[in-house]
């Protein structure tokens, strides 16, 4: 079975809310849409005020090319604009709007019949795409239609469909492909299509089994769609992990995926994107997997945009008492969050409840040299080596050694026996060295 | 719930530790210090205490009232580094200079850099070598290999089988008898199959990778191969080299300490290769019959320098 071939680990996986049905959360009274979905510049406000909107209307108009637009999840009335504090721990602008009803826009198709055909164009579906407001669903919120519009010279030959969900805890991915298997494959055709690619792979870590024989049944009636069972081991995730992985291509250092001919959308996006297309809806609710050892009721919930995910919460059970660290995302990856008061974002994948003793760190201890951070490194770095130049200010050596080819997986902090805080020192190094790269510019 | 942590990702730890790993390696040791104490017996065992204990205390007397900062004897460097000196020392040397060599290893090769993670040389090595230039009888007059024997300083004598060769003493004992370590020499580098067994534990509990071990065993085996194939009289068949002396023992759990060696694989080979070649040509062109424990502190004081400028493969480095 194929996985990545440079390092890596395997942590505990914790899939607890693994099969549990997805269940629509219920919509609050309020909420507060957030106009920026991390990357890129934030939207532009497109309501007012006192303006009544509907569900899937568009409130917040990209700006900028790395930027998507941002649609309403709730129908009622905008009670104002401010900033609110997100899941990545900053205030940004968000649209708070009080709910009235559940209105949705003409246009939407709710019905639940699967369309498979798709006639339009290639420009027309990444219209379509942009206009829907998709961004990528696996944690970067890349947009989606940036992807699927390759720079002048560049050609796409292969779609690699990120399936893999490397995150121990999160199961919202493998949820979504036991019950919209076939609206995500119809999905990876239209990609396909936009691409001008006859040829997909949907990657699946082996610890999904039966998501792994549903879609594989169901690609039968498709044309040029493989279902490749992947190796546990994270983070195969990661965007050139995981073409590694499939197409034995390594991408090189800098570059972006389709240098080597590659093209990798996240399997939420392919379903979103299919929405999109097909059904005329654009992004406004995506799954949520509420999980913890001790949760009350870990499961995966279909979420409005601008939900408080303590709204979410309170409909799984509350939070478990002796939970001492609440993770927005996965145990790797995630941001601890200082409250539930955050919304909703296109980004969220989960929200993790830590006990206690598994909240603190354990006490830093010498580097011992024992090179297990340098053997896990999915990027041939030395993480040893870089923490150390960061704690002194090292910043053209820390360049010279690559660090900006970190993806910040943590990896290296997560096997070190002396609990050394690598990856903590690693990014501070890292922006400040990309800083310093940009200034050059 | 009142208070939050918030801390950067990761949120999760492997569990893996200092302690846990000190205890994979002394774990990987017992068969080796078994047969040590099989073969030579009441001495095996005095020497090998006595290491062990003088190397905690050191390091808990240094810590304590020299540093005056945290005491660290429970992560189980101390008594590893204690056992290690231990098991590289004939089992009739008497007790006091043992103590030396523990206070030398720890003391001089480990704390006075600042303790563990520090230290350029193998302290355990720093302490054998100080024993051997200062006490070159004692550290030479090997004990005969005596099933259970309860002699100690008083033990019988016996040529180890490298100065049989060195000094052209007679007849090389048995392949059969160099495996499972029924010959002369230190009372834990006898057997090379104890040694196999513990180098087997600590690639599965993957506490150590292959690379070191292997480059330095494969180095002598072809360099002396090659040797013996141009001139046997110089040098003895690559079978006997490979398992007589400290090679084994050396290969596997010295050279492979963390913190003197390399920090990536391909370092890590060069670090082997020139281990392997330092040792043939001391063994066969020096003074001494026996030359891993010099070849590997001269290879660790390269350590630095390997890994400044051998990097590990990047990814995407080379597109297939």
Redesign the interface.
């Known amino acids: 079975m194929k996985t990545f071939r440079m390092g890596g680990i395997h942590p505990k996986e914790n899939k607890f809310s693994a099969g549990k049905k997805i269940r629509t959360a219920e919509i609050p009274k309020q909420v507060a849409i957030p106009l920026s979905h991390y990357v890129g510049s934030p939207s532009e406000s497109v309501v007012k005020k006192g303006d009544m909107v509907k569900v899937g209307q568009m409130i917040g108009k990209a700006n900028g090319f790395i930027s998507a637009n941002v649609h309403s999840s709730v129908s009622g009335k905008v009670n104002k604009i401010d900033v609110q504090l997100d899941a990545s721990g900053y205030k940004r602008p968000a649209v708070f709007i009080d709910v009235e009803g559940d209105e949705w826009i003409e246009t939407i198709d709710r019905s639940t019949d699967i369309k498979r055909e798709c006639n339009l164009s290639k420009e027309e579906i990444i219209k379509k795409i942009q206009d829907a407001g998709i961004v990528g669903l696996g944690g970067a919120t890349f947009p989606a239609h940036v992807k699927l519009s390759p720079p002048p010279g560049k050609k796409a030959e292969i779609l690699i469909i990120n399936a893999v969900e490397c995150e121990s805890y999160l199961t919202c991915d493998h949820q979504l492909m036991l019950e919209k298997g076939e609206e995500i494959l119809v999905g990876v055709t239209i990609i396909m299509k936009a691409l001008g690619v006859s040829k997909a792979v949907v990657g699946i870590e082996n610890n999904k089994k039966d998501a792994i024989e549903h879609l594989t049944e169901l690609a039968k009636s498709f044309t040029g769609i493989e279902v490749m069972p992947l190796k546990v081991r994270y983070p195969q995730g990661g965007e050139k992990q995981l073409i590694d992985a499939v197409i034995r291509r390594q991408v090189p250092s800098g570059r972006i995926p389709i240098e080597v001919g590659a093209v990798v959308q996240n399997v939420g996006t392919t379903y979103a994107i299919y929405e999109a297309v097909q059904k005329n809806k654009p992004m406004f609710e995506r799954i949520l997997t509420v999980t913890g050892k001790d949760a009350p009721n870990p499961g995966n919930y279909l979420v409005r945009l601008g939900v408080y995910l303590q709204n979410v919460v309170d409909q799984a059970g509350g939070v478990p008492a002796g939970t001492g660290k609440i993770v927005g995302g996965g145990p790797m990856m995630g941001r601890s969050l200082m409250n539930l008061s955050v919304p909703m974002a296109k980004g969220s994948a989960g929200v993790l409840f830590m006990k206690d003793e598994e909240s603190v760190r354990k006490p830093i201890k010498n580097c011992i040299r024992c090179a297990k951070c340098v053997s896990v490194c999915p990027m041939g770095l030395e993480p040893y080596l870089l923490m150390t130049q960061s704690e002194r200010n090292m910043w053209p050596e820390m360049e010279g050694n690559r660090v900006m080819d970190c993806i910040e997986c943590g990896s290296c902090s997560y096997t070190c026996p002396s609990n050394r805080p690598l990856l903590d020192y690693i990014r501070f190094g890292k922006t400040t060295v990309g800083g310093i790269i940009r200034s050059r510019k | 719930?009142e208070k939050?942590?918030?801390?950067?990702?990761?949120?999760?730890?492997?569990g893996?530790?200092?302690s846990?790993?000190m205890r994979n390696v002394i774990i990987a040791l017992l068969p080796a210090l078994l047969v040590g104490l099989y073969y030579f017996g009441l001495g095996a065992l005095v020497v090998t205490l006595t290491a062990v204990l003088a190397s905690v205390l050191f390091e808990y007397l240094i810590q304590k009232y020299i540093l005056k900062g945290e005491v660290?004897i429970t992560?189980g460097?101390a008594a590893l580094t204690g056992l290690l000196l231990g098991l590289n020392l004939p089992s009739n040397i008497p007790a006091w200079m043992v103590v030396i060599g523990a206070l030398i290893a720890i003391g001089l090769g480990k704390m006075s850099f600042g303790?563990?993670?520090?230290n350029p040389f193998n302290p355990a090595l720093v302490g054998r070598v100080f024993l051997l230039i200062s006490f070159p009888v004692e550290m030479t007059t090997w004990p005969k290999p005596t099933p259970l024997t309860l002699h100690y300083i008083d033990a019988e004598t016996a040529a180890t089988p490298l100065s049989v060769m060195k000094m052209h003493l007679g007849e090389l004992p048995s392949t059969l008898n160099l495996f499972i370590g029924s010959i002369g020499g230190s009372l834990g580098e006898v057997s090379a199959v104890a040694i196999l067994i513990g180098l087997i534990y600590l690639l599965v509990t993957k506490t150590i990778?292959w690379h070191i071990p292997v480059s330095i065993l494969a180095t002598v085996f072809i360099f002396t191969g090659i040797l013996n194939g141009v001139n046997p009289d110089l040098c003895a068949s690559p079978v006997v080299h490979l398992f007589t002396g400290g090679l084994m023992l050396g290969a596997v759990f010295m050279a492979t300490d963390?913190?003197?060696?390399?920090?990536?694989?391909r370092g890590m080979l060069i670090y082997g290769a020139g281990i392997g070649v330092i040792t043939v040509v001391i063994r066969l062109f020096g003074a001494y019959p026996e030359g891993v424990s010099f070849a590997i502190l001269i290879m660790n004081a390269f350590t630095p320098l390997i890994?400044r400028y051998i990097?590990?493969?990047?990814?995407?480095?080379?597109?297939?």
Request: glycine fraction near 10%; charged fraction near 20%.
């Open positions: 719930m939050l942590i918030i801390s950067p990702a990761p949120h999760i730890h492997g893996d530790s200092v846990k790993n660290t992560d460097s303790g563990l993670g520090n990778t963390y913190v003197t060696s390399p920090m990536n694989p890994n990097k590990p493969k990047r990814f995407g480095e080379k597109v297939k």
